[in-house]
């Protein structure tokens, strides 16, 4: 694209002497070729160029059905033309615009290519049989200048044009691709967020099992030690049926001891204890 810039803006100055060109012609000077019957051969030739580039473009240019011009008298055609000075000179000060908006045929210009490459074509040449040929032939050589740096920018502007429908293309590639993308982690934070949330249940269910499986080892251990009192608690069951038995006497005898030995001192109480329980 600044590459195609460029070349549009080296090719301006070459519409700017154009139009110095036609700035520098008076109207007069166009008066007083009307009057000529017989131009000189570098006057007609200058004229005929025009009427070359102005087929398709002015109305008053004869043309063929190929867009060409079509005239036996080119001089007589060049006299309709320039009829109207002034608007002959509008429809040449117009002509760039015809260029940029590619309404010129190219053969207009492919029809004055011998003239051009003619080395007696030139201002100063002209100069000397008509100001008004000679500004008109500056004219032609300047704007078929810009003609050929526009023409050779055409392949750059139609790559820049397909860079740029690519570009479009790409972009809107890419925002479908970022949409799918947005729309995938916003699936995949929602995955994220369940697989989170099931991981907490397994570790709270592991936390639970754990304490569960702490507490059932603990009561493990303890029905096991436990166990091991059985044959006691068994055992203190026959003695506790036996102690039945006897249960009556020895609270009487308890009662008694302690109502009646309480004179006694603890000498003789030791000996009670010792001597005279084994009697009952």
């Known amino acids: ?29 166009f008066r007083m070729l009307k009057a000529l019957k017989t131009p000189p051969a570098d006057i007609a030739t200058t004229f005929t160029c025009a009427l070359h580039l102005l087929c398709r473009i002015e109305p008053l240019v004869p043309v063929d059905k190929n867009g060409k011009l079509k005239t036996e008298k080119p001089w007589g055609d060049a ?28 053969t207009n210009f492919k029809a ?11 201002y100063e040449i002209i100069k000397t049989k008509s100001a008004a040929a000679a500004g008109l032939c500056d004219w032609i050589i300047n704007i078929t ?11 750059k502007k139609a790559s820049v044009a397909e860079a740029k429908t690519t570009l479009e293309a790409a972009n809107v590639k ?19 967020d369940q697989f989170a949330k099931v991981m907490k249940e397994k570790n ?18 303890l029905v096991n030690a436990l166990g091991s009192e059985l044959d006691r608690w068994q055992q203190s069951i026959v003695d506790l049926t036996e102690y039945l038995d006897v249960i009556i006497g ?26 005279f329980v084994d009697f009952f």
Do not use: H
């Open 174 to 192: 890419l925002g479908e691709v970022n949409a799918l993308v947005a729309k995938l982690n916003a699936e995949l934070q929602i995955l994220l």
């Open 250 to 275: 020895d609270v009487l005898l308890a009662s008694a001891f302690v109502s009646y030995v309480g004179p006694f001192n603890k000498q003789f109480r030791d000996r009670i204890m010792t001597e």
């Open 145 to 155: 200048s810009y003609y050929d740096v526009v023409i050779s920018v055409e392949p």
């Open 1 to 29: 694209m600044a590459s195609v810039q460029a070349d549009l803006d080296m090719a301006l100055p070459l519409v700017e002497k154009a139009k110095a060109a036609l700035a520098g012609l008076n109207i007069d000077d």
């Open 204 to 221: 709270d269910a592991m936390a639970a099992a754990e304490k569960c499986q702490s507490k059932m080892n603990l009561a493990t251990r």
């Open 112 to 122: 004055i290519r011998p003239t051009l490459a003619d080395p007696n074509f030139t």
């Open 79 to 106: 006299l309709k033309v320039m009829a109207n000075p002034g608007g002959f000179l509008e429809t040449l000060n117009g002509f760039k615009a015809k260029i940029d908006a590619e309404e010129v045929p190219p």
